[in-house]
């Protein structure tokens, strides 16, 4: 539930709303979702959360994240830290819950309503604590995959719960046709 002259800030919690997108079987179109906000409320800020490989030669997440920067998200990233864990697999490391909980803990008092892009039930208490301040939090996340991936006691505690999979036909993006069909059409095989 929105309205109209609330004024409201996107908090997204990338690599979480990533996961939930791909177990969704579909990709986000972040115009697309920012129109959708900017629809429903008076949008003041739209945050995305990520951490990057900064010593990779190429990072898969750079074009989006560059994307996002130019158009009107205030992009908050770190470095992620790699380790070896106890069976030598390569693991990476980028947690974003503490600068997304600060950045929305000043913000509140500025807000009326604040829609979180997380299913982490580590953001329970932040929701709990911006509804003492009078601010609404919506929350979008899925509970239609397996497993789900939103945590129980935070779609209870939330104002409003927003299924991402409702949300596929206004903000996903069209699946892209394989990389060997486009060759193949641009070479005049079909």
């Excluded at 179109?29 to 739209?46: C, H, N, P, V």
């Excluded at 074009?63 to 069976?87: I, R």
């Excluded at 939103?150 to 069209?174: K, M, T």
């Amino acid at each position: 539930m929105f309205y109209k002259d609330e004024r409201l800030a996107l908090f997204i919690d990338g690599s979480n709303l990533y996961a939930a997108a791909k177990a969704l079987g579909f990709d986000i179109d972040y115009k697309l979702l920012r129109q959708e906000f900017e629809r429903r409320g008076k949008l003041l800020r739209a945050f995305y959360y990520t951490a990057l490989l900064e010593n990779d030669e190429y990072s898969p997440i750079r074009p989006l994240v560059d994307w996002l920067h130019y158009n009107g998200f205030c992009m908050v990233t770190k470095p992620a830290k790699e380790y070896t864990d106890s069976q030598g697999r390569r693991k990476v490391k980028g947690n974003m819950d503490i600068e997304l909980t600060v950045d929305a803990m000043e913000l509140a008092p500025r807000v009326d309503h604040i829609v979180l892009f997380s299913g982490d039930g580590d953001f329970r208490p932040l929701v709990e604590s911006l509804q003492r301040q009078g601010v609404r939090v919506s929350v979008v996340s899925t509970i239609r995959s397996q497993p789900p991936m939103i945590a129980d006691e935070l779609r209870r505690q939330a104002d409003n719960f927003i299924e991402l999979d409702a949300l596929r036909e206004v903000i996903g993006r069209p699946p892209r046709e394989p990389r060997y069909e486009r060759e193949e059409e641009a070479a005049g095989g079909k």
